[in-house]
């Protein structure tokens, strides 16, 4: 059993190796991702009935520790029940039936290679959350199925608009990351390393919650922010309708198969964390009760089909929250599997709408009418008209403006640190320097007076990355200067760390991954940048994925390790640094862990304006 | 711009808003307001143009010409994607146009010298478009060098005017990302109002305007319409939309000399949006349910955004766009229009390529071989022009010689609304610039059980609204989609239900033809025709094509349409003179006229003379399936007329050759060469979900031939040629040519110019990659879900075409070509300005002249330049992967 459950996670991987590898034309990316899924149906398959056999246990496998450091470890643990069964059977059905329709679907389509790429390493990722036992390997895969999200709806990379959503989805990605890399961090120090689902429930079987009551409070909102970012839930509805940018199919499998029930598969896997407590489960039944009015609302203005089809499946998923606040653990799982396949089935024959309206439905039915409801015969003679009227005014609008929850989760959310950066933008950069040299003098001082300042220090250098972040967050100036802001508060994090923490082996990692992405990425937008002059109109995207595109996946790797990918040693410095800080220094925690939000954010932002778009022609301006 | 003359009846003027081809040249000097209420055709911003005060609505005519005319897609029709510069030379136009939308010109350097490389540009050619590019002979060695650089970047397009203007520079000078704020709020808001049927609530109410819409949803609302929250911004919502706009501009531009610009950006931002507005605006009909608005409304709504977000994000005293340092020193929209330029290099080889194409033809019909002897015909069929019927006729006349086969434009002559057992709304079955006059409808003969309609996919959970029966229905139906979608997937064309398709309703049905009574229903439309009505476009199409006497026992009036599924774009594959219809009807109707007696006897006086024995059959082939359904059975003869069942078993096998043939195109197509494998493989195709390529519609159309079957009998066309029938003989005056001509010339120029735009620049001309579209309440498609509508033809159809203009031969002498000519000025503008070429076929001399706009010029090729022969189709198409010059076929006496 323990080797199936290795070979249902490899596979995706292997594959994509394979196809990265050895995938030159389209027949061998399609050979090859055919027999991959072939085999993997077969992997999952075999573990499904080898479980089965077994009666249906929760079977736990500790494979290895990848990363050991004091009291803190990384295991590669496995957990394999039935929550895992029931997601792993429809990864496979649609997975399948997905790879055979892209053969067809995508036939001669320029970037066949890298569809079939991540949507593998989409199935990696989704794998390893499905399989894992433990919520730092789930951070890792949850962080895979983000970033090749986003790469599929920015796949038409020619065109800003996809870009443009991709990146509204990836800062949503990132806030969820941050609640989920925190709520991994929380666990582990709360738990006291008894972290792996399956030791949840009889940790917390004595009563009282670990930590204290606040503290688990804090952990299970967190949880729930994460959950509710990934699967669109309420006030994050808006980003699903939005992502429908990339092939039919990759929409299907992702907004409308999978990847929106993870947020779900999150709070299955953490029931008895965030159910503990009375008030959390109001929130996720609140959540979902909110989501199921806004988004069935919504879906009604919908004037698009894929949007439609978006805002049904967020309903749905809105009705999971509410059955999960309940506990209906079976009915929750029946409810996935359902609306996966309904809704991917859906999005797949979405061109079919035109055909099927106008030659077997016809007109619009317009059937909202507020007037004629038993409303308008109680109301007072002078607002009957005008009443209903206007309520069904208002709700027209609410409807076709998504009550407007982008501008609001925008303004709470990003619009903040972007009147930041342009306020300390403002500053004159002579007081810059004053301040500085102030600070830096005070510490001179301190350290005279004979004070311990390495906190201080430390204090100044985090201070001095929100900074950089929140710069390079609002403004576009010219890459260079982004890019270098970016890189300058990452490193100012781990001095920063450095400067108050005791333990500082993982520095090294986190160093090496930071500085080598950082100058590697500086050197190919100096060459990048070159042909076309190095100032660069903000709104301008300048398409080197066309005209150089070594260069421009070398910055793309460049890109993923600046902003700590899974899989470059970034990642694990980031880990262990966060880790470390809040198990000593609280306070700094959220600190650096925003900063590198805004980073990654910022960070794409470069990477799409200089690779995407269409190439032109240079001319000079005067014609 | 589509056909504009009926059939019989004088020539009638275009009656849309479009352009009359033939425009006074573009001027960048004053233009003294002319007879209103014509639009001034100059190209320049008026304001800034005459320096007097601003008027919008001149402003806005102009701005209109800019926009693509594309209809909503139910109904599909092809037309010259750059018809707003119809009236300059074909490479000015490009050039202009590149510098406007930021389009490229031509295809990358690279392929074309691939295919000097390959034999398909000739030297001859190159010489040729080399000394009519660069007449200059030093200049042109150096041109000459420079066609064989190894550039990969020559082909890339300038910045956009339209994108990268003065609005973009202000923009970015004031850090407002304005489109990304104004654009999402603005196609939802007009999506949503003009939407057909796919939201479940419309904000439109009947008879409102948009503008007043916008008011109601802003002033009588708990939460206003973002971004309208202020007070004093909807003081601007309560003005006319003249005045708004006004307004807006004076805060926003400030310069009076630069609102015109101003405009036009703002209106070519969303090209897709704007355009649909206009054709809405110009042809209120064109939605099934109406709606009231204007590109002035579309405009005001969205300056008024505009206004609101600039004043939320910048305050009051935003800086206006004439305040921006350097903006009066850009360059004048004018100016840099009239010194656009492209690439000589590429001209020359797209110039090049287009006339090595034409020569391959061309220098065939030179070396014809003798006509066969007259052989005995039983018989007769008449096909649309369409160039997918090209090689079904090939392989029909190489199967049986007993079989003579006609084209004429697929609506054969019989205009009329349609509405089928089916339908909820009646259709209009003709070229779009044609509005007919007649009502149609179909019934059941013998009442029966509604058929199933169940070709297309079900969506039906869709539309139940209700909360509750959605949650219960995912609980416990969506299982079941599983099983579903994996059949779909796995086992294509293998109906788990009796699906009924395009060709095999089989259920007989009657059209309603004979008028009854004289009185119009409430649409002014009459039902049915009178047989003097029949009789006068039966005469008109006989005569056209030339066929006046000899018919055969049996004649066959084969219409065409395209089944495909999960194909937002259906309409574009059907039948193009039929409006993106199949022409099924059209095909019954003139059957069924020209079977009855009294206007066989009608057209007896007229000098046409159908024997009594000989029988219409209406038929439609199926082009993405390759069948072919006859009609009307119930009213055959009970004993079978002589060559029918030998006509209906050389189709099965004509049919099965042409699906062979067309195999060859699909990479991905059946392995075995067997026909067999080839008919199960495209029936396969054209019922799967995941197949973006039902079939490849009118990739490679290229020629078009005006003349006798005898003519291009003999030759092998490889599906790239639009045939007309037409006999030079019987037609002494050109009368007859110029309406063969007016259909011609807009129908299949309209589809080879869309074709070859779509094709240049797929994502500026065309619609991008169909795979992330969305379609937008029944309207079009876009990307995404806040996208611009996308015009022009998606790559799919695209993406194996050769953009060439096309040749039209004519079998006639230039004297009564001229004669034509001159009778349809509009069309002639088409030529004169290159945008597709004509050749005259002397019948007498065999020799051959290329028009010119001041002479005919007599071509003669190289001698070694021949033109390569085969015994049989498939000998000359085995094995081939690209497109194959035309081929003289000697067939094997059978």
């Known amino acids: ?623 | 711009m589509m056909a504009n003359s009926l059939i019989h009846g004088p020539l009638v003027a275009l009656d849309r808003g479009d352009d009359p081809p033939t425009h006074d040249v573009m001027t960048t000097e004053s233009h003294p307001a002319k007879t209103k209420p014509a639009p001034p055709h100059d190209h320049s911003p008026p304001a800034k143009a005459t320096k007097l005060v601003f008027d919008l609505d001149s402003a806005l005519e102009h701005i209109a010409h800019w926009l693509p005319s594309q209809s909503p897609i139910k109904d599909f029709i092809h037309h010259n994607t750059l018809h707003a510069l119809q009236h300059r030379p074909f490479h000015e136009a490009i050039a202009i146009a590149s510098r406007i939308y930021g389009a490229k010109s031509y295809l990358p350097l690279s392929e074309y010298q691939t295919r000097f490389r390959e034999g398909r540009i000739y030297d001859f050619a190159l010489e040729r478009a080399l000394e009519s590019v660069e007449p200059d002979p030093d200049l042109r060695e150096r041109l000459k060098e420079e066609l064989f650089r190894d550039d990969h970047e020559a082909h890339y397009p300038p910045l956009s005017l339209a994108l990268h203007g003065l609005r973009q520079t202000w923009l970015t000078h004031i850090e407002v990302n304005l489109d990304a704020q104004v654009h999402p709020i603005l196609f939802r808001f007009i999506a949503n109002f003009l939407d057909q049927g796919i939201s479940r609530w419309s904000v439109a109410r009947d008879g409102e305007s948009l503008w007043k819409c916008l008011y109601r949803l802003t002033e009588d609302s708990f939460v206003p319409l973002y971004p309208f929250k202020d007070p004093g911004i909807r003081k601007i919502l309560s003005m006319t939309p003249d005045e708004a706009i006004l307004f807006c501009l004076q805060k926003i531009v400030g310069d009076e000399t630069l609102f015109g610009v101003y405009l036009l950006e703002l209106a070519l931002g969303h090209p897709g949006w704007s355009g649909m507005v206009r054709v809405i605006e110009t042809n209120p009909e064109s939605l099934l349910t109406r709606r009231t608005i204007s590109l002035k409304e579309f405009i005001a709504v969205e300056l008024a955004m505009e206004m609101a977000l600039l004043l939320m994000k910048r305050g009051p005293h935003f800086q206006s766009l004439s305040k921006v340092p350097g903006i009066d020193e850009a360059p004048s929209f004018a100016e840099t229009l009239d010194q656009s330029t492209t690439p000589q290099h590429l001209k020359t080889w797209h110039e090049a390529m287009e006339f090595s194409l034409h020569a391959e033809l061309l220098r065939a019909l030179q070396q014809l071989p003798k006509p066969a002897p007259l052989r005995e015909i039983k018989v007769q069929a008449l096909f649309c022009i369409d160039d997918r019927e090209c090689s079904l006729r090939r392989h029909l006349e190489e199967i049986s010689p007993a079989i003579e086969t006609f084209g004429a434009a697929g609506f054969f002559g019989i205009e009329f609304f349609f509405k089928g057992i089916d339908d909820i709304y009646p259709v209009a079955q003709c070229p779009a610039v044609i509005t007919p006059k007649h009502l149609v409808i179909e019934s059941e003969s013998s009442p029966k059980i509604q058929p199933e309609i169940l070709s297309r996919p079900s969506l039906d959970p869709l539309k139940k609204s209700q909360l509750m029966r959605n949650w219960l229905f995912t609980q416990t139906m969506g299982l079941g989609y599983a099983a579903k979608l994996a059949w779909d997937v796995f086992r294509p064309g293998a109906p788990m239900v009796k699906i009924k398709k395009l060709a095999e309703v089989d259920n007989p049905t009657r059209l309603h033809l004979l008028r009854v009574t004289n009185e119009p229903n409430d649409q002014g439309q009459l039902l049915g025709f009178t047989p003097t009505e029949m009789a006068d476009r039966l005469e008109s199409l006989f005569k056209n094509i030339g066929l006046t006497e000899a018919f055969a026992p049996v004649v066959v009036v084969v219409a065409h349409g395209s089944s495909s599924t999960n194909n937002p774009h259906f309409a574009a594959y059907d039948c193009g003179a039929c409006a993106g219809k199949p022409g099924a009807p059209n095909a019954r109707a003139f059957a069924h006229m020209a079977n009855l007696p009294e206007v066989r006897s009608l057209l007896q006086s007229r000098g046409i003379n159908i024997p009594p024995n000989t029988l219409f059959i209406p038929a439609l082939h199926n082009t993405s399936r390759d069948e072919v359904t006859y009609y009307d059975q119930q009213d055959w003869p009970s004993e079978q007329p002589e060559g029918l069942s030998h006509f209906q078993s050389v189709m099965t096998k004509a049919l099965s050759r042409n699906a062979h043939e067309r195999c060859r195109w699909f990479e991905l197509g059946p392995t075995s060469s067997s026909e067999a494998a080839a008919v199960h493989h495209v029936r396969i195709r054209a019922s799967s979900i995941f197949e973006p390529r039902p079939e490849l519609n009118h990739s490679n159309n290229l020629y078009c031939i005006v003349g006798p079957r005898s003519l291009t009998e003999a030759l092998f066309l490889d599906r790239r040629a639009f045939l007309h029938s037409y006999d030079p003989h019987q037609d002494p005056d050109g009368e007859r040519l110029s309406r063969i001509l007016s259909q011609v010339i807009p129908v299949c120029g309209g589809i080879n110019l869309e074709y070859l735009f779509s094709r240049i620049d797929n994502s500026m001309y065309g619609a991008g990659t169909k795979l992330p579209h969305n379609v937008i309440g029944l309207l079009g498609v876009a990307n995404g879900v806040e996208g611009d509508l996308r015009t022009g033809l998606p790559s799919q159809m695209i993406e194996v075409h050769e953009p060439s203009r096309l040749l039209i031969v004519v079998h006639q002498t230039t004297a009564i070509l001229d004669a034509a000519l001159s009778k349809i000025p509009a069309f002639k503008a088409w030529l004169d300005h290159e945008w597709l070429r004509l050749a005259a076929l002397d019948p007498t001399t065999s020799e051959l002249l290329l028009y010119g706009p001041s002479r005919w010029e007599a071509l003669s090729f190289p001698e070694r330049f021949t033109t390569p022969e085969g015994s049989s189709s498939r000998a000359i198409y085995e094995g081939k992967s690209n497109t194959i010059p035309t081929h003289i076929l000697r067939k094997v006496s059978q």
Request: glycine share 8%; net charge neutral.
């Open chain 1, 1 to 623: 059993m323990n080797d199936l459950i290795l070979a249902c996670l490899l596979i995706p991987l292997l594959g994509f190796i394979f196809i990265f590898l050895l995938g030159g034309t389209e027949q061998r990316v399609a050979f090859i991702s055919l027999w991959m899924t072939r085999l993997l149906g077969a992997a999952i398959i075999g573990l499904l009935s080898l479980w089965a056999w077994l009666g249906f246990p929760a079977h736990e496998f500790h494979w290895f520790n990848l990363l050991e450091q004091g009291d803190y470890q990384f295991p590669i643990l496995f957990l394999f029940d039935r929550i895992g069964a029931a997601y792993l059977f429809c990864t496979w059905v649609i997975f399948s039936i997905i790879v055979r329709y892209c053969r067809h679907y995508l036939h001669r389509e320029a970037g066949y290679r890298r569809f079939f790429l991540t949507i593998f390493s989409f199935v990696f990722g989704l794998n390893m959350v499905i399989l894992s036992g433990v919520l730092d390997m789930f951070f890792a895969g949850w962080e895979i199925v983000g970033i090749s999200s986003f790469l599929l709806i920015a796949f038409y990379r020619h065109r800003f608009q996809p870009i443009r959503n991709a990146l509204r989805a990836y800062s949503i990605y990132r806030l969820c990351d941050f609640g989920l890399l925190l709520a991994a961090l929380l666990i582990d120090l709360l738990l006291h390393g008894r972290n792996h689902f399956s030791e949840l429930k009889e940790v917390l079987s004595d009563g009282y919650p670990p930590g204290g009551y606040i503290e688990f409070f804090g952990l299970s909102l967190l949880l729930i922010i994460a959950a509710s970012g990934k699967s669109a839930q309420f006030p994050f509805c808006f980003w699903i309708p939005r992502a429908m940018e990339g092939p039919t199919p990759s929409s299907a499998i992702f907004y409308g198969a999978l990847s929106v029930h993870l947020g779900v598969f999150l709070l299955l896997r953490t029931q008895p964390i965030w159910g503990f407590e009375l008030p959390s489960r109001l929130i996720v039944m609140t959540i979902g009760v909110l989501t199921v009015f806004v988004a069935s609302i919504s879906e009604q203005a919908q004037s698009n089909i894929k949007g439609q089809i978006a805002y049904a499946s967020i309903t749905q998923v809105g009705f999971m929250f509410i059955e999960l606040a309940f506990g209906f653990e079976a009915l929750v799982l029946f409810h996935f599997l359902g609306n996966a396949f309904l809704r991917c089935y859906q999005l797949l024959v979405s061109p079919s709408i035109v055909a099927h309206l106008l030659r077997v439905e016809g007109e619009t039915d317009v059937n909202f009418d507020i007037r004629k409801s038993a409303l308008a015969h109680s109301l007072p003679m002078t607002l009957r008209q005008s009443l209903p009227e206007t309520l069904q005014n208002t709700l027209e609008v609410m409807a076709l403006q998504e009550f407007n929850l982008e501008t609001l989760v925008r303004s709470v959310l990003w619009d903040s640190f972007r009147d930041l950066g342009h306020l300390l933008s403002r500053i004159h950069p002579f007081l810059k320097t004053a301040i500085l040299l102030v600070a830096l003098g005070i510490g001179v001082i301190l350290f005279e007076k004979g004070f311990n300042i390495r906190p201080y220090f430390g204090l100044l250098a985090a201070l001095g990355m929100v900074y950089l972040s929140a710069m390079a967050f609002s403004r576009k100036r010219t890459p260079i200067w982004t890019w270098n802001q970016v890189g300058l508060s990452t490193l100012f994090a781990g001095v920063g760390t450095s400067l108050i923490s005791d333990e500082q082996g993982y520095l090294v990692l986190f160093f090496s991954g930071i500085i080598v992405a950082w100058l590697l990425g500086l050197l190919l937008i100096v060459r990048m940048t070159r042909i076309d002059g190095p100032t660069m109109n903000p709104y301008m995207y300048r398409a080197m994925d066309e005209k150089m595109p070594i260069h421009a996946l070398l910055f793309f790797l460049a890109f993923l390790g600046l902003v700590g990918f899974p899989i470059t040693p970034a990642f694990l410095g980031q880990d262990l640094m966060l880790f470390h800080l809040s198990s000593e220094h609280a306070w700094m925690a959220p600190l650096v862990a925003i900063a590198f939000v805004l980073n990654g954010i910022s960070a794409s932002g470069i990477y799409m304006r200089i690779c995407a778009g269409r190439p032109v022609e240079i001319r000079p301006s005067a014609g």
